[in-house]
């Protein structure tokens, strides 16, 4: 997955002196032929094994499968292998990258992490794990996913887009077809939009209308379709690693927030801290 992500964002030099297509200048086809090939036949085998497997479980693939048995001109393995593969480019690295980035921060900021605390304790107590139906009463921890995301933009330059026509913003015109990148990563920092624009306050979301101004899923027709599933996923994770564990850093000071260069915004020194299980939770209420 890495490597796709790494050849899927690298800079491709035929893309803008064309002839150098022809020599495969830098091997990039070359490498990007090779891992679709083993990507294709990754997914092929995940297919097959649940094809023939007898028992039926409840995931996206069993779903798929069923819907090929009754409309299998259109739910072809190719269909099913390229949803597969979108669910896990666009789906896995951007959430556990945004979470890292929020277990940072709360590491960072002991007050905002005990706050989180308390309020889970509060609306959800220590009789079940956090759940779907439980992120309703927790706006603290969803800002805190929020301010991450504000921060931290997994995708900081989003996708690159393509202007259909001319047009004019601001002083600047911009001719049809010119590949177009929107840096959320800065608009995110930009102090006439935000207070305090590099703290970490996930508190700013208690106004009304504020998270209208992130970027970081994008906006308008190609914007992320995954947002929705991406909150619940985040905010269900991030509620059950405060919710089981107590929370330090390996040493005193604080944890270093460099950002590796990318398509995705990664820490460039990967989070290591300390846990231990908060308090012994019934296994027969934990599920
Ligand atoms: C923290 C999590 C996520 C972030 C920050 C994120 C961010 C983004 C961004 C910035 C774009 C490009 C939007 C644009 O350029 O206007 C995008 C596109 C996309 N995302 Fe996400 N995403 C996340 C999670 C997911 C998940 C969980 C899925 C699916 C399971 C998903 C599926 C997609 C797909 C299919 C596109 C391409 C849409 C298109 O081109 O029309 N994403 N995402």
């Not at 090939?37 to 097959?48: G, H, N, P, T, W």
């Not at 959430?95 to 889970?120: C, G, V």
């Not at 305090?196 to 996930?202: E, L, N, S, T």
Request: hydrophobic share 40%; glycine share 6%; net charge neutral.
């Amino acid at each position: 997955m890495k490597e796709i992500l790494s050849l899927g964002g690298a800079t491709n030099i035929s893309d803008f002196l064309g002839f150098l297509r022809w020599f495969d200048f830098d091997g990039l086809e070359k490498s990007l032929k090779r891992i679709s090939k083993r990507a294709d036949s990754f997914l092929q085998r995940l297919i097959d094994e649940h094809r023939f497997e007898k028992r039926t479980t409840n995931t996206m693939l069993d779903h798929l499968l069923k819907q090929q048995q009754s409309q299998p001109e259109y739910y072809t393995d190719q269909i099913i292998k390229g949803l597969i593969m979108v669910m896990l480019l666009a789906g896995t690295d951007t959430s556990s990258i945004t979470l890292e980035w929020a277990m940072t921060n709360l590491l960072n900021n002991p007050n905002i992490l005990k706050k989180a605390k308390d309020e889970l304790d509060t609306h959800v107590g220590q009789d079940h794990l956090v759940n779907e139906h439980d992120i309703s009463k927790l706006s603290y921890l969803q800002n805190i996913v929020y301010e991450s995301l504000r921060l931290h933009p997994a995708a900081p330059l989003l996708l690159p887009h393509f202007s259909s026509k001319d047009f004019t913003i601001e002083k600047y015109n911009i001719p049809q077809n010119t590949i177009l990148m929107v840096n959320a990563w800065a608009i995110h920092k930009d102090p006439n939009l935000w207070i305090d624009p590099i703290c970490f306050k996930p508190e700013r979301f208690e106004k009304e209308g504020e998270t209208n101004k992130l970027l970081s899923f994008g906006m308008g027709r190609r914007a992320c379709p995954g947002e929705n599933l991406a909150h619940r996923t985040m905010s269900v994770t991030l509620g059950l690693l405060i919710q089981c564990f107590e929370w330090k850093r390996i040493g005193k000071d604080k944890i270093d927030m460099g950002e590796k260069k990318g398509v995705t915004l990664e820490k460039e020194i990967s989070l290591k801290a300390m846990c231990k299980l908060r308090h012994p939770m019934k296994i027969e209420n934990a599920f």
